[in-house]
């Protein structure tokens, strides 16, 4: 069966209004793009060195930079959630995205345990490193799904 129940909007109009005059959310919408061409670049220089065994130092300085930018917007991210929601994370709109977020967090802090301790060979870190940017991936996919649908519950009247 079929609810005729309308959806819960995903920002109360307070909520809204916290989140159009914060700062984090521009930071947010700057940080994202630049995540994600920096994710770019790094998954060409890791297939690369899978592929051809060539690029370490490249690839290894990539990753490096891509962590530092997904500890920088999860960090944000949370602050960002904190003065629109109320709550640093898992606020219940954006449960599932910060659920996913930290597996990809989880990854890259493997990957990182690794490239440190030495314990993990460098072919192995570039596997775990995919894993981890595939899973950036379907985060990211969510969050703009996220994105649409705040885009459109706004022109919604209310």
Do not use: C
Not at 28 to 51: D, E
Not at 71 to 81: K, L
Request: charged share 10%; aromatic share 14%; net charge positive.
């Amino acid at each position: 069966m079929h609810s005729s129940a309308k959806p819960k909007p995903l920002y109360t109009p307070e909520q809204r209004k916290r989140r159009d005059a914060t700062v984090w959310t521009t930071v947010q919408g700057i940080l994202a793009p630049v995540q994600f061409l920096i994710f770019l670049v790094s998954i060409v220089l890791v297939v690369r060195y899978i592929t051809t065994g060539e690029g370490y130092v490249a690839a290894t300085v990539s990753i490096l930079m891509k962590t530092a930018a997904l500890y920088i917007i999860m960090i944000t991210g949370a602050i960002w959630e904190k003065v629109v929601f109320g709550q640093y994370l898992f606020a219940p709109g954006f449960f599932w995205e910060d659920a996913v977020s930290f597996i990809v967090i989880a990854l890259h802090t493997l990957y990182l345990y690794g490239l440190l301790t030495g314990s993990i060979e460098p072919l192995t870190l570039m596997f775990i490193t995919l894993a981890a940017y595939i899973t950036y991936v379907v985060n990211a996919g969510q969050f703009l799904w996220k994105l649409r649908v705040a885009r459109l519950q706004s022109s919604v009247p209310a």
